[in-house]
């Protein structure tokens, strides 16, 4: 994915924080921050305005960005000292050290690949099953990467390319590239949503759930802000999206929850939202 990787070195996402120092912080996972703070702002509609103005997507994080991650740790009512730390990171979806999810290893923190086991293997196939991909994997993510995963993340990359990233390779592996991509087109599945949530993620999951309607109403499931908030009315939706496809309706969105959200959601990722483009 040459967007991320041409010119910058490669970081993972979460495997370090991010603050304003001299000389300046650069790499892939500051532009992976950025573009999901742009992204936040399109499909969020806080009550109050915007939460701030888009970012040049340079991976370098200068003032600019601290700025936008003051504004973000604001919103969500986290300490506010322009550190992309794990409580910033769990707002844009990466559940990292004490937060880390499904028994970790952390997503993105190394490269998965046919044989591979645990939670960041759960994590990535969350995202997947969030899509069309949720056909070749066959059921809610388990956390062992077999044949079928490497069949999703394979029909992601070619869908990835299609949308113009061109650097990633048609194959089950996800290594670098990849996870880049799927920070940047999943929206959600790093950790188990429910009420009381909030972030990037529960701002997806919400706008999911607005764009797929109820059977027994003829309704979307959610009709709320997409505020990145889950209150009783988003938990309400998904105890409604629950007890339409015949799974507990705890109110809990979890890997059951997201393999059945994408049976009905069969779209490539690259297009879940009006996002901004990546280049």
Not at 59 to 69: C, D, F, H
Not at 130 to 136: C, H
Not at 223 to 243: H, K, L, M, N, W
């Amino acid at each position: 994915m040459p967007v991320f990787e041409d010119n910058l070195p490669f970081h993972p996402f979460g495997g370090r924080d991010l603050r304003l120092q001299i000389p300046n912080i650069v790499g892939t996972d500051v532009k992976v921050f950025q573009t999901l703070f742009n992204q936040l702002l399109v499909i969020t509609h806080p009550p109050l305005g915007p939460i701030g103005t888009p970012v040049t997507r340079d991976g370098v994080y200068g003032p600019k960005t601290t700025t936008a991650a003051r504004q973000i740790q604001s919103y969500f009512g986290l300490s506010v000292d322009g550190v992309v730390g794990p409580q910033t990171l769990l707002a844009m979806g990466q559940a990292v050290r004490s937060d880390v999810s499904y028994g970790g290893p952390a997503f993105g923190s190394r490269t998965l690949s046919q044989g591979s086991s645990g939670g960041d293997v759960t994590v990535l196939q969350n995202r997947l099953n969030l899509f069309r991909y949720s056909t070749a994997l066959g059921g809610a993510a388990a956390g062992q990467f077999g044949p079928a995963t490497a069949a999703a993340a394979t029909q992601f990359k070619a869908d990835a390319i299609s949308n113009g990233d061109d650097g990633l390779n048609v194959n089950g592996v996800v290594g670098v590239g990849s996870l880049d991509a799927l920070w940047v087109y999943t929206g959600a599945g790093g950790r188990n949503l429910g009420q009381g949530a909030a972030g990037l993620d529960a701002a997806f999951l919400q706008y999911l759930l607005a764009t797929l309607s109820n059977p027994g109403t003829g309704q979307p499931f959610y009709s709320g802000a997409v505020d990145g908030y889950c209150g009783p009315e988003t938990a309400s939706a998904i105890r409604a999206f629950q007890a339409s496809v015949g799974i507990v309706a705890d109110g809990i969105a979890g890997p059951s929850t997201y393999y059945r959200l994408g049976l009905h959601n069969q779209v490539a990722a690259p297009r879940p939202a009006p996002v901004p483009p990546v280049a």
